[in-house]
């Protein structure tokens, strides 16, 4: 049976939710599944706005036919061609065969790349401020590229003043009934869900995402609409300045997360003491994670949102705990940056693990070492207190700095 939304008078909702999935692009695990956003815009013309991942395509199908109510589909805006958005696309232009196709250049070489069909006569380009008028409403497309991927545009409804926002705006987790981020706490209740969808799908491109705030910034908007996630409609200054800290790579805390690996537990007791330590000279917070039990997604998330990290790492192989390894190569991918880091190694015979994480840390901008490392050799003794105690000196001094 159909299950959509009307948000408007002319806008339905006709998205759809996957509660089965676990891996998110095979590779982020999903709590609570993820939904897949669609819109239709019903006026003197009909526009939909984008289509689903296959998943959902029957459910997608059934509620574009409802929402369409015996009318024709006029125009496919294809805002992002991701196949958990686009997946849907081959069944929608069979059933519409004479819908016009709008996209960015890049989409129309897209289509034929997953599709192998030539859109050509059916497909208009379109290109920053380019316009569509369907009734009342006139879409303006702005460019969004590589807000996930190079062909992304966003859509801007002049007349309900809807911002169609492609991946930006979204986050994790199936909608469940409440459609709107006001109706349910799915994105703020667990921020932690939202940042670590932002920082491990968007989080690289930074700078992108600060092109399209700016130009976000001078458009009057009063509903965000993402292809993921509740649709955001009230306090949008919220989510502005969130995603405006996390595209600038500017820590929303000040404080401490460490990440360790450790085999035996002799690196683990280690930053226990430096974190009681630090608990000592007052810092709050402080969280900690093993990083082979950690999912990697989840410490970008945290690295991104503070200001200062402990990382500690036994010695492998003359080189480093390869989950330790993994971390830092996926935070220096997603571009992190302006962060003040304290390196905690140890070996029994040659540690060389600060070494190896200095190496990939120097590769990455603006990160600050400490110069105050910690060297275990097998287990923390007495004699290591000074050490210890010097970094724990180091990382309040910076923290309150
Ligand atoms: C497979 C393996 C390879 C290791 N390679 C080195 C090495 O190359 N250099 C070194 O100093 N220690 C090496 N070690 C020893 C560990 O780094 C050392 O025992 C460390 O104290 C372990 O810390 P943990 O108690 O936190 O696990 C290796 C240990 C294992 C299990
Ligand atoms: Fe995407
Ligand atoms: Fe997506």
């Known amino acids: 049976m159909q299950n959509t939304v009307k948000i408007n008078e002319d806008v339905t909702y006709i998205g759809a939710s996957d509660r089965r999935l676990a891996l998110f692009e095979n590779s982020y695990p999903l709590a609570n599944g993820v939904s897949y956003n669609t819109y239709l815009i019903s006026d003197g013309e009909t526009a939909l706005l984008d289509t689903a991942d296959a998943s ?20 496919i805006i294809i805002d992002h061609m991701e196949p958990d958005h686009c997946a849907s696309l081959g069944l929608v232009m ?42 009342k409403h006139t879409l303006q497309f702005v ?32 909608l469940s009934g409440n459609l709107y981020a006001d109706e349910t706490d799915i994105w703020t209740a667990d921020l932690g869900e939202a940042r670590r969808y ?14 399209v705030l700016k130009k976000a910034a001078a458009l009057d908007i009063k509903m965000f609409c993402p292809l993921h996630g509740p649709v955001i409609r009230e ?3 919220y989510y502005l300045d969130k995603y405006d800290k996390w595209s600038s790579y500017t820590p929303e805390d000040q404080g401490v997360v460490i990440v360790y690996a450790s085999i035996y537990g002799g690196t683990e007791n280690a930053v226990e003491v430096i974190a009681s ?11 900690m994670y093993d990083v082979s039990k950690t999912h990697v997604s989840e410490l970008v998330a945290e690295a991104f949102r503070v200001s200062h990290l ?6 492998l192989d003359a080189g480093l705990f390869p989950a330790m390894e993994t971390f830092l190569l996926e935070i220096k991918r997603k571009n992190l940056c302006k962060r003040t880091v304290a390196l905690v190694e140890n070996g ?49 001094a910076s923290l309150n700095a």
């Open 348 to 396: 029994t015979w040659a540690p060389a693990a600060a070494k190896e994480m200095t190496a990939i840390l120097e590769s990455m901008k603006d990160m600050t070492i400490l110069p105050e490392k910690v060297t275990v050799r097998s287990t923390a003794l007495e004699a290591d207190t000074a050490s210890m105690d010097a970094m724990a000196d180091a990382l309040a």
């Open 235 to 237: 306090d949008l200054g």
């Open 56 to 75: 959902v395509m029957q459910i997608f199908m059934e509620n574009l036919f409802y929402a369409l109510d015996g009318k024709k589909l006029d125009h």
């Open 143 to 174: 460019a969004a590229p590589m807000v996930h991927w190079p062909e992304v545009m966003m859509t801007y409804d002049t007349y309900d003043k809807i911002l169609y926002t492609a991946d930006a705006f979204g986050v994790f987790g199936a």
């Open 277 to 287: 330590k630090l608990a000592a000279r007052g810092i709050k917070n402080i969280k």
């Open 94 to 135: 069979e059933n519409f065969p004479e819908a016009k196709i709008y996209g960015t250049m890049q989409v129309k070489k897209m289509i034929y790349q997953f599709y192998g069909v030539d859109v050509e006569s059916r497909f208009v380009t379109v290109k920053e401020g380019d316009t569509l008028t369907i009734g």
């Open 198 to 211: 932002y920082t491990n799908i968007v989080g690289k491109y930074g700078v992108n995402v600060q092109n």
């Open 310 to 315: 402990v990382l500690a790492a036994p010695t």
